[in-house]
């Protein structure tokens, strides 16, 4: 068989469970989940020797800043870092230069990133209040979803409760999907004026600033809007226990409502804000321990729909003026190529499983997003996006392994139990062992299925 890829000797891991199986890829595509392999013969063979292979990572909530801001980040810089971390797709959103809230920008980012991607990529729509008429085009022509803010944040103006009751009525009408920063705009704009009148520029005051009420309000607000149309969306980056609880007492009524977190809800804590300040400098910002455990539990109880890194990098030189005043630093911290190590140090401190991070990162992804069954699963037909992990492999994180431009990690120096040892996009090796073998062009633009 020509153009042939055969591992052997896995332990394939699905949301459900696990099952022994040899696959064979073939043009890209997984061909065949076999038993016997004893009178194939491929190009090429990798003995994956009793390891656990998962689908590749799918990170639905990247800001790659390309094209625009690539100080920041540029989009062979970030699909390299994603690679090393195993992911075999992204989906970038709309606040490249300039935004993409028409078809023409859209098709306009497309074409420029086409040879820049190691691994494949999707995008998403933006919107604000004046481009509601323009979702139709952009969603036929192949977008995930559109994102959306409560809140006046990152340059993007903010969909207030009449103006989302507009764009979910479009979405509905559509079929599409609408991922939603949650932030109350009045709320947040209230407390900075007090709190800069006040003369704080400590650490915990972001606490204050970006409050829990605030994420609570506007997560509240989003849910009715959604119930009342009937529109799907995602409720981004959930960061309280009470919140994941409002968001699956919706679902179970039967409203399309989900919870996406990340891995820094349920890794960093307000303590750690308070020693590293805007290192670890996001919004809405982490919570308390106690928050965190009871994010744990309800995580492995299927409260949570999705996990994303919102990776969202800045340069050390645009963050380190907040070691003085945190209001000199911007919001936003890397982690697409964290995001999955972290998980696995979870699953080997007993905290979750592999199965459900096979369900968060890779399936419901795909499911969501309209990738499936293309991306998202290992079975015949699919893509051959995959990982090969080492669960016994330990590391420390550190900055100077960072592959994403920024060059930082707010983990640097966490010791970590679990790595992705070969990642496979489209039957090709694009990293092993954070060593990144992919090149730009070998990433391709993945329209929704």
């Known amino acids: 068989m020509k153009n042939t890829l055969l591992i052997k000797n896995g332990v394939i891991v699905n949301s459900g469970g696990e099952f022994n199986a040899n696959i064979l890829v073939q043009g890209g595509k997984i061909v065949g989940l076999l038993k016997n392999t004893d009178d194939i013969t491929t190009d090429e063979v990798i003995n994956a020797d009793g390891k656990c292979i998962i689908p590749g990572i799918i990170d639905s909530h990247t800001h790659m800043m390309d094209p625009g801001h690539t100080e920041r980040e540029d989009f062979t810089t970030g699909t390299r870092a994603a690679a090393s971390g195993g992911t075999t797709t992204i989906i970038t959103h709309h606040r490249s230069v300039p935004p993409v809230y028409s078809v023409k920008e859209l ?34 022509e192949g977008v995930t979803g559109f994102k959306m803010f409560t809140c006046n944040l990152h340059g993007v103006k903010a969909m207030y409760a009449g103006d989302l009751q507009e764009a979910f009525k479009e979405i509905k009408s559509l079929g599409a999907i609408a991922l939603i920063h949650c932030e109350d705009d009045s709320i947040i704009t209230v407390n900075e004026k007090r709190l800069k009148d006040e003369g704080r520029t400590d650490y915990l005051s972001q606490i204050e600033w970006r409050s829990a009420l605030a994420e609570k309000v506007a997560v509240e607000t989003v849910i009715n809007v959604a119930r009342d149309t009937g529109a799907r969306v995602v409720i981004a980056h959930v960061s ?14 039967g409203y399309p409502i989900y919870a996406e977190t990340c891995p820094h809800y349920l890794n960093l804590t307000i303590e750690d804000l308070e020693k ?23 995580f492995n109880n299927g409260y949570v729909d ?8 800045f340069p050390p030189e645009q963050k380190k003026p907040g070691e003085e005043n945190i209001w000199d630093a911007p919001n936003g911290i890397p982690g697409v190529e964290t995001s999955l190590r972290l998980m696995l140090n979870a699953v080997n401190e007993g905290k979750t499983t592999l199965n459900k991070i096979v369900e968060y990162q890779c399936e419901n992804q795909a499911k969501i997003y309209g990738l499936y069954p293309k991306k998202g699963v290992i079975a015949v037909g699919a893509d051959a996006d995959l990982v090969i992990l080492d669960m016994e492999k330990e590391e420390v994180l550190s900055n100077d392994k960072i592959v994403s431009k920024c060059g930082w990690t707010p983990y640097d120096g966490l010791k970590i139990k679990g790595i992705p040892e070969t990642v496979i996009s489209k039957g090709n090796i694009v990293a092993s062992r954070g060593r990144v073998l992919g090149e730009p062009g070998m990433g391709e633009f993945i329209p929704r299925q």
Not at 240 to 253: C, D, G, R, S, T
Not at 276 to 298: E, H
Not at 306 to 313: A, K, T
């Open 306 to 313: 999705l996990i994303s890194s919102d990776h969202c990098p």
């Open 240 to 253: 309280q226990p009470v919140l994941l609880e409002k968001i699956k007492k919706a679902q179970n009524e």
């Open 276 to 298: 590293k300040g805007p290192w670890v400098k996001f919004t809405p910002p982490m919570k308390t321990k106690a928050d965190q455990d009871r994010m744990w539990d309800l």
């Open 107 to 140: 098709k306009d980012k497309i074409e420029y990133l086409k040879d820049k991607a190691v691994i494949d990529f999707a995008l998403k729509g933006g919107g604000i209040p004046e481009n509601i008429d323009n979702f139709k085009k952009m969603w036929e």
